[in-house]
């Protein structure tokens, strides 16, 4: 390795440990930790900002500003006290609603998003049952990395590994939604093990809720039906932004511009309730991922993993699932895939059957945000929310319970793909 590969580890690693301490706030240490790249020349700004996914910064400001405006609707108290009556107060029953809508939604719009809709349902719920809302956050956060694992849209490197290898919509249903409600499964059989048989509601909290009426939680029944009319947009919009040929970021803050114009709700608020510091903690976390890609460490890592399967097909796609669900739960998957994508396709170059390899690295990129705290940008999200409403969420606690999630998921992937691709 060569000065400047040592120094972008270094400044990797110490942030690493930084974020992990939870000494200094972790928006603090990315911009800080990119500064200091950019001081000693490890990377000009120019490349700098060209690893700034501005994209997935743009969806995230567009959906807190949307989200701002239909909160003041009352639609997510609505569903929050209509779920509950549904589950009739059983905190696990809650849960495992709230865990397939989250994977349901994570599978049409993205996990950003859908977290972004669901925080505040969950806050809600929790207050009415005076039950933790930790373990409720924690159970969505997997559920909205597996169900964007699900589909083309529903995670960034789906999208791309789509693109680059020319699969379709209907290609992602066929072999990694299986794999995705399988991990579902697995997640929540973890989940009752670790959470479910704890939860508990005393009665009079289930008699309060049962004398609720989700009707009068409607705060502004006009903005109601704009919001829901916008969703349904915006889930559209999502869906079809590749083939109208425009970024999803445009779609969000599409959807945010309009719907604030229509409501008359004033924008100086709406901006109120954007998590500065999470886009902050992304935009100097791109580039420190960015500049171990700039000096060559991850091309460096992407090229070992495969030089360590002997070529072979079978042993690739276990060590790719794997290394890739491991790397992606500290590294950004995104830098990761991008790299992965050129490796893959100079193999297939050589008449290597590498489909099952694709299927590997989408599985694992994505499965793999459930590792950490900062495995994947759903996670960042729900936990600020989560900080906000009193419910500090700590990297170590994350950890005890994402890691093991994680690889259980995985574990379950690899068993799925190995059924799907035989060895020869």
Not at 93 to 110: E, G, Q, R
Not at 165 to 184: E, H, K, N, R
Not at 358 to 368: I, K, P, R, T
């Amino acid at each position: 390795m060569d000065l400047m590969q040592i120094v972008a580890v270094v400044v990797f690693v110490v942030a690493m440990i930084a974020i992990m301490s939870e000494k200094v706030h972790r928006a603090l240490v990315a911009i800080v930790g990119a500064m200091v790249l950019l001081v000693v020349h490890v990377v000009t700004f120019d490349q700098a900002m060209s690893h700034v996914d501005f994209n997935t910064l743009g969806v995230l400001l567009g959906m807190m500003l949307f989200v701002a405006v239909v909160r003041l609707s009352g639609i997510f108290e609505y569903l929050a006290i209509k779920c509950a009556r549904l589950a009739k107060g059983n905190p696990w029953h809650v849960m495992v609603l709230f865990v397939c809508l989250t994977a349901l939604l994570s599978a049409l719009l993205d996990n950003v998003t859908t977290v972004l809709l669901i925080g505040p349902m969950t806050i809600t719920v929790c207050r009415l049952l005076d039950i933790d809302a930790v373990p409720f956050f924690l159970a969505e956060i997997m559920a909205s990395n597996i169900g964007g694992t699900a589909t083309l849209i529903g995670d960034p490197p789906n999208i791309m590994i789509g693109s680059a290898a020319g699969y379709s919509f209907v290609d992602f249903v066929l072999y990694d939604t299986p794999a995705a409600l399988l991990s579902l499964a697995a997640m929540l059989a973890l989940f009752y093990l670790l959470f479910g048989r704890k939860l508990r509601v005393d009665d009079a909290h289930k008699d309060a809720l049962a004398g609720l009426d989700e009707r009068e939680q409607i705060k502004n029944p006009v903005l109601l039906r704009q919001s829901v009319v916008m969703i349904v947009l915006v889930v559209v919009g999502f869906m079809a932004h590749g083939s109208l040929g425009i970024e999803s970021c445009v779609v969000a803050l599409t959807a945010a511009g309009v719907l604030m114009l229509i409501s008359g709700e004033r924008i100086e608020e709406a901006l109120a309730h954007v998590e500065w510091t999470t886009l902050v903690f992304f935009a100097g976390l791109f580039i420190i991922v960015g500049a171990l890609s700039e000096v060559g460490v991850i091309g460096m890592l992407a090229q070992a993993l495969i030089d360590v399967t002997g070529g072979s097909t079978f042993v690739a796609m276990l060590v790719l699932l794997f290394a890739s669900a491991i790397v992606s739960s500290f590294l950004d998957n995104i830098p990761f895939v991008a790299t992965m994508i050129p490796i893959l396709l100079s193999m297939e170059a050589t008449g290597m059957d590498v489909a099952p390899l694709w299927w590997a690295v989408s599985l694992g990129a994505c499965l793999g945000g459930n590792g950490t705290l900062i495995g994947a940008s759903a996670n960042v999200v729900m936990s600020d929310i989560s900080r906000k409403n009193g419910h500090v969420i700590t990297f170590a606690h994350f950890f005890k319970v994402g890691f093991p999630t994680m690889l259980a998921t995985v574990a379950v992937s690899a068993i799925y793909l190995i059924v799907r691709f035989p060895p020869m």
